[in-house]
């Protein structure tokens, strides 16, 4: 489907590494019809070339550093060295503030998960970063790169969750949330047994969350994991 580049516009950024100034498209929001959601939060819309997952990530053009909104913005002069060592001085210029294809968007997503590999984002940042490259392949229909993404994602959550670092790095992030997408992606790499323990915790946040959404989103995965991973014994028997 073409773009149409009404629905987009230029956002003015600076980039944390090296100050340089860029611009890089955004989609204007409500320009898209919502088509729906799946029960990770992947969302789709009608034109999924102006999905905003494709526009989250701002690749500085002069020295590669790629980031979100989520990065923490403190460069310390380690990370700044490191970034121009393993970055920077292997750069090839190439301007990404432009209508993304599906692979551009990919590229982006890649150069900001090695940013963040760098920089030491939380894990809370790095996980997002995985979780889209995997919703990217889901998209374009390719589940071998869909599932190995979706494998490191949920590792970086649950080591997010150890270390309650999504507290403060994703705002948009609570502990019922994070257990229950945890329990999710488990489910969706078919890690059944772990899917259900954190489903289990989901549960257990019942009286004290008024996120009921997720505690019923929870009950709902929790059964299908147990009846899918009573399927997948059966088969092995
Ligand atoms: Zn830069």
């Known amino acids: 489907m073409a ?5 987009l516009y230029d956002k003015n950024c600076a980039c944390l590494h090296c100050g340089t ?3 890089s498209k955004r989609v204007r929001s409500g320009s898209q019809p919502f088509v ?3 029960t990770d939060f992947c969302t789709y819309f009608k034109n999924q070339r102006l999905n905003p997952i494709l526009y989250t990530v701002y690749v500085c053009p002069a020295c590669g550093f790629a980031f979100t909104d989520q990065f923490d913005p403190v460069m310390p002069p380690l990370v700044r060295k490191q970034i121009h060592e393993k970055l920077t001085s292997k750069w090839i210029s190439k301007n990404y503030g432009i209508i993304r294809t599906m692979e551009e968007a990919m590229a982006t997503y890649k150069l900001a998960i090695y ?4 920089k030491g984002e939380a894990h809370s940042v790095k996980a997002g970063l995985y979780l ?12 071998a790169e869909e599932r190995r993404f979706l494998n490191v994602a949920v590792e970086e959550y649950e080591r997010s969750y150890i270390h309650s670092d999504y507290i403060k790095a994703d705002k948009e992030m609570s502990e019922a ?8 992606l488990m489910r969706r790499v078919e890690r059944y047994d772990q899917a259900i323990r954190y489903f289990a915790k989901v549960a257990e946040l019942k009286d004290r969350t008024i ?3 997720i505690i019923n989103m ?6 299908l994991a147990r009846e899918e991973y009573r399927l997948k014994q059966q088969q092995i028997v």
Do not use: M
């Open 3 to 7: 773009v149409d580049s009404d629905c």
């Open 177 to 184: 949330r994070i257990l229950y997408l945890i329990g999710e």
């Open 115 to 118: 940013s963040a590999g760098l």
């Open 36 to 38: 729906k959601r799946d």
């Open 218 to 223: 929870a009950r709902d995965q929790w059964s």
């Open 132 to 143: 889209r490259l995997a919703w990217l392949h889901r998209f374009t229909g390719n589940a």
């Open 211 to 213: 996120e009921t959404g």
């Open 21 to 23: 100034t860029f611009t």
